[in-house]
T-cell receptor, first 114, second 114 residues
Framework: EPEVTQTPSHQVTQMGQEVILRCVPISNHLYFYWYRQILGQKVEFLVS????????KSEIFDDQFSVERPDGSNFTLKIRSTKLEDSAMYFC????????????FGQGTRLTVV | AQSVTQLGSHVSVSEGALVLLRCNYS??????LFWYVQYPNQGLQLLLKYTSAATLVKGINGFEAEFKKSETSFHLTKPSAHMSDAAEYFC????????????FGTGTQLKVEL
């Protein structure tokens, strides 16, 4: 069964460092997303991406964040200068259509900023 | 803006007993509703979805949910709990024209006891 894959599964980084979280969405999906889940809190939407541009972003997704689809298979989330409060589980997701289908999620990357 | 409320952050049932996890939604336009399950150290798996067809939706692992517009509810049920059902369950909503941006509830941790 097709799945969304994320690497790495865990990442520890020092405050102020840049991190790149990587995702390979399901191959025939066209819509891509990043969500995050801070420990003990709800899953929150960060950004959606379609046709090589951001289609929607949340208030959380400030200038420190960026997304990119550098090739035909990868989808990345970059955090330029990490803060302690960026520590969370980051989920990549993809969907075939832009509405009503839900999304398929990866296993997540646990980011710890120290 | 749309939202979901999950009543009960923790639910405990005996193996073989009925599982009932509650979700109420708020939306000014017809919603799409989803239940996701998260097993320990894993990603979010789509259990089932309501997309304005049948109001009773059947999902994987014997779960089902009923959309009740009059009650703005989308409760998740399973007739007989199994130990393997122990996980965290998230209700989520998206809306037409809102892409597949999902707004999640706070989750319900299901514990199944012998």
């Amino acid at each position: 069964e097709p799945e969304v894959t994320q690497t790495p599964s865990h990442q520890v980084t020092q405050m102020g460092q840049e991190v790149i979280l990587r995702c390979v969405p399901i191959s025939n999906h066209l819509y891509f997303y990043w969500y995050r889940q801070i420990l003990g809190q709800k899953v929150e939407f960060l950004v959606s991406f379609y046709n090589n541009e951001i289609s929607e972003k949340s208030e959380i997704f400030d200038d420190q964040f960026s997304v990119e689809r550098p090739d035909g298979s990868n989808f990345t989330l970059k955090i330029r200068s990490t803060k302690l409060e960026d520590s969370a589980m980051y989920f990549c997701a993809s969907s075939e259509r832009d509405t009503g289908t839900g999304a398929f999620f990866g296993q997540g990357t646990r980011l710890t900023v120290v | 803006a749309q939202s979901v409320t999950q009543l009960g952050s923790h639910v405990s049932v005996s193996e073989g007993a009925l599982v009932l996890l509650r979700c109420n939604y708020s939306s000014s336009v017809p919603p799409y509703l989803f239940w996701y399950v998260q097993y320990p150290n894993q990603g979010l798996q789509l259990l089932l979805k309501y997309t304005s067809a049948a109001t009773l939706v059947k999902g994987i692992n014997g779960f089902e949910a009923e959309f009740k517009k009059s009650e703005t509810s989308f409760h998740l049920t399973k007739p007989s709990a199994h130990m393997s059902d122990a996980a965290e369950y998230f209700c989520a909503v998206s809306v037409t024209g809102g892409g597949n941006k999902l707004t999640f509830g706070t989750g319900t941790q299901l514990k199944v006891e012998l």
